[in-house]
């Protein structure tokens, strides 16, 4: 196995267990890898070490939007929404190439509802007051019907028409932090289980974590360690003797893949229970979503249930009658840590974060969690944590992440993409898809294809992906299986085809790259398809694979 994956990405665990670092990050989720890229760009030394792969929970499980939360207004947590507010237009600075904005319609089925409505829609402007996008402003019925011909909601009077944004590859945000982290000087490593803490009496010294590749465990050293693990941060915690436990509560976000119904992102809400919920368009399909249900099983294979997609289909179909069971693509299911209590209804718990000094909560000193937090609100959470680390670390060292563009921004120009399409012998759709996933850094991939001749055959017949793509995700961006490369460095496994005809061409190309013999090829073919099979354990009769 090579250990080394490429430029950039250093996974070298002998070198890791021969320093002592700064500060060593457990998790490489969004929160994760923002407090990575953070703190590398303050100078730190740091580690991130994650279990799966970068973005593999719940970032890439999300309902991929960046967006204040207009649902949080309800909950009067008004400090929540105007975070996210700042942070949303501090994105489309620094990753324009990746964020997007995105018109939403919320229909309105009584006057007394609009009236409510109206207060709403007018405080989140007040919220975003230094905002780029739009304004809202009411559509009449006429108006609505024109913009969404499909919609067939009962009572319908008009709707509102506001802006937020869609990032339609989380997986990409998480793993430029990444990327600009290991640029910086950052130690990189996936597929690294932490399995234990290591004390120096009071202190949190280090940690013991697993190559789980090859079944090596190594200790590293460390002053300071962020256990920023989303759903699994609990397991981190009980590796210590005693711990005050915070209140956490895990939920469930499920989402379903179907046929193209809406133009514009939608907010529904739903008549079972009056939750909001969305049908966004994504990637010439819809996105509809979510559910928000207490979870307790394996954290590992958190999958949709019938009674989710019953949930979901019943209350869209309130809206858009077509939509049928058959038709649902495959479906996501993400979990959520919430900072909140067990108490009460699932969907009334806060999303505002908490950060943790267990050298206050539990006189164990060089420790801190991470608990909660949204997408939106990822580089301010990660701004506060390391602010903690550098006191703690006696450093006076200021955030640059608000103004430091992240590595692939920004993206070609649109008049632009005809151009490198015609230079490099690439139909304008693959150069367009390219420039969408990796913006700037889409010619380091079409580096590789003017290299390699099959560089620029496609990898699927249901996406514009191509070989390249995987040479490049292998040997600059960390992808060391073929679920890295399938789910999170490309677009493939999130096609309706899933990705399941391209899996045996993907991982004999990453196989001829790191060594893998026939046996691991066929075991990495296999472990693909049984990710795959827990999306579509929802239908009727599906078992266990």
């Given at each position: 196995?090579?250990?080394?994956?490429?430029?950039?990405?250093?996974?070298?665990?002998?070198?890791?267990?021969?320093?002592?670092?700064?500060?060593?990050?457990?998790?490489?989720?969004?929160?994760?890898?923002?407090?990575?890229?953070?703190?590398?760009?303050?100078?730190?030394?740091?580690?991130?070490?994650?279990?799966?792969?970068?973005?593999?929970?719940?970032?890439?499980?999300?309902?991929?939007?960046?967006?204040?939360?207009?649902?949080?207004?309800?909950?009067?947590?008004?400090?929540?929404?105007?975070?996210?507010?700042?942070?949303?237009?501090?994105?489309?600075?620094?990753?324009?190439?990746?964020?997007?904005?995105?018109?939403?319609?919320?229909?309105?089925?009584?006057?007394?509802?609009?009236?409510?409505?109206?207060?709403?829609?007018?405080?989140?402007?007040?919220?975003?007051?230094?905002?780029?996008?739009?304004?809202?402003?009411?559509?009449?019925?006429?108006?609505?019907?024109?913009?969404?011909?499909?919609?067939?909601?009962?009572?319908?009077?008009?709707?509102?028409?506001?802006?937020?944004?869609?990032?339609?590859?989380?997986?990409?945000?998480?793993?430029?932090?990444?990327?600009?982290?290991?640029?910086?000087?950052?130690?990189?490593?996936?597929?690294?289980?932490?399995?234990?803490?290591?004390?120096?009496?009071?202190?949190?010294?280090?940690?013991?974590?697993?190559?789980?590749?090859?079944?090596?465990?190594?200790?590293?050293?460390?002053?300071?360690?962020?256990?920023?693990?989303?759903?699994?941060?609990?397991?981190?915690?009980?590796?210590?003797?005693?711990?005050?436990?915070?209140?956490?509560?895990?939920?469930?976000?499920?989402h379903l893949l179907t046929p193209h119904i809406c133009n514009n992102a939608l907010v529904l809400?739903?008549?079972?229970?009056?939750?909001?919920?969305?049908?966004?368009?994504?990637?010439?399909?819809?996105?509809?979503g979510t559910t928000d249900t207490d979870y307790s099983g394996d954290l590992d294979t958190v999958?949709?249930?019938?009674?989710?997609?019953?949930?979901?289909?019943?209350?869209?179909?309130?809206?858009?009658?077509?939509?049928?069971?058959?038709?649902?693509?495959?479906?996501?299911?993400?979990?959520?840590?919430?900072?909140?209590?067990?108490?009460?209804?699932?969907?009334?718990?806060?999303?505002?974060?908490?950060?943790?000094?267990?050298?206050?909560?539990?006189?164990?000193?060089?420790?801190?969690?991470?608990?909660?937090?949204?997408?939106?609100?990822?580089?301010?959470?990660?701004?506060?944590?390391?602010?903690?680390?550098?006191?703690?670390?006696?450093?006076?060292?200021?955030?640059?992440?608000?103004?430091?563009?992240?590595?692939?921004?920004?993206?070609?120009?649109?008049?632009?993409?005809?151009?490198?399409?015609?230079?490099?012998?690439?139909?304008?759709?693959?150069?367009?898809?390219?420039?969408?996933?990796?913006?700037?850094?889409?010619?380091?991939?079409?580096?590789?294809?003017?290299?390699?001749?099959?560089?620029?055959?496609?990898?699927?017949?249901?996406?514009?992906?191509?070989?390249?793509?995987?040479?490049?995700?292998?040997?600059?961006?960390?992808?060391?299986?073929?679920?890295?490369?399938?789910?999170?460095?490309?677009?493939?496994?999130?096609?309706?085809?899933?990705?399941?005809?391209?899996?045996?061409?993907?991982?004999?190309?990453?196989?001829?790259?790191?060594?893998?013999?026939?046996?691991?090829?066929?075991?990495?073919?296999?472990?693909?398809?049984?990710?795959?099979?827990?999306?579509?354990?929802?239908?009727?009769?599906?078992?266990?694979?």
């Amino acid at each position: 196995m090579v250990n080394n994956t490429g430029a950039g990405i250093k996974r070298d665990f002998d070198d890791f267990a021969r320093q002592t670092f700064d500060l060593v990050v457990v998790g490489g989720g969004i929160i994760g890898t923002g407090i990575v890229r953070d703190a590398t760009l303050r100078g730190l030394k740091t580690l991130l070490l994650e279990k799966e792969d970068f973005a593999y929970g719940t970032t890439s499980r999300s309902t991929r939007l960046i967006h204040g939360g207009l649902r949080y207004l309800r909950q009067l947590e008004f400090r929540l929404v105007r975070q996210d507010m700042r942070e949303r237009e501090v994105l489309l600075r620094i990753a324009p190439h990746l964020v997007h904005p995105l018109p939403f319609l919320i229909p309105m089925t009584g006057y007394s509802s609009r009236m409510v409505m109206a207060l709403g829609m007018r405080l989140y402007d007040i919220l975003s007051y230094d905002k780029s996008l739009p304004s809202f402003r009411y559509l009449s019925r006429r108006e609505t019907l024109e913009l969404e011909p499909d919609l067939q909601l009962d009572g319908l009077i008009g709707s509102y028409l506001y802006y937020d944004c869609q990032i339609p590859f989380a997986e990409r945000l998480c793993l430029e932090n990444v990327l600009s982290a290991a640029e910086g000087g950052a130690s990189i490593a996936n597929h690294a289980r932490v399995t234990d803490l290591l004390r120096d009496g009071d202190s949190v010294s280090g940690v013991r974590v697993e190559d789980t590749l090859s079944g090596e465990v190594y200790q590293i050293a460390t002053r300071l360690l962020v256990n920023a693990a989303g759903p699994w941060m609990g397991r981190v915690l009980d590796m210590l003797d005693h711990h005050s436990a915070p209140m956490l509560r895990t939920t469930k976000g499920v989402h379903l893949l179907t046929p193209h119904i809406c133009n514009n992102a939608l907010v529904l809400f739903a008549r079972a229970d009056g939750r909001l919920f969305f049908a966004i368009p994504w990637q010439g399909y819809t996105l509809i979503g979510t559910t928000d249900t207490d979870y307790s099983g394996d954290l590992d294979t958190v999958h949709a249930e019938a009674s989710d997609v019953d949930y979901l289909l019943t209350e869209v179909r309130h809206a858009f009658p077509s939509v049928k069971e058959e038709e649902i693509f495959y479906t996501t299911a993400g979990l959520r840590a919430l900072a909140g209590s067990r108490s009460g209804r699932a969907s009334n718990v806060s999303r505002q974060h908490r950060v943790i000094d267990h050298e206050v909560t539990d006189s164990v000193k060089g420790f801190i969690s991470v608990v909660g937090g949204k997408i939106t609100g990822y580089r301010a959470i990660a701004q506060e944590v390391v602010d903690l680390v550098c006191r703690k670390l006696g450093l006076n060292v200021p955030c640059s992440t608000a103004e430091a563009r992240l590595p692939g921004a920004p993206a070609a120009r649109q008049g632009k993409v005809a151009q490198v399409a015609l230079d490099n012998g690439l139909s304008v759709e693959t150069v367009a898809h390219l420039n969408a996933l990796y913006g700037s850094r889409l010619y380091q991939v079409l580096e590789l294809a003017h290299n390699d001749a099959r560089g620029s055959q496609t990898i699927c017949a249901h996406s514009p992906d191509i070989l390249a793509q995987i040479w490049h995700a292998t040997q600059m961006e960390g992808a060391l299986t073929v679920n890295d490369f399938l789910l999170r460095r490309s677009a493939i496994g999130l096609a309706p085809c899933q990705g399941l005809d391209a899996v045996e061409t993907v991982a004999r190309e990453m196989g001829r790259l790191l060594g893998w013999s026939s046996a691991e090829q066929e075991r990495q073919v296999k472990a693909y398809r049984s990710s795959v099979a827990l999306s579509q354990r929802f239908r009727a009769g599906a078992i266990d694979s």
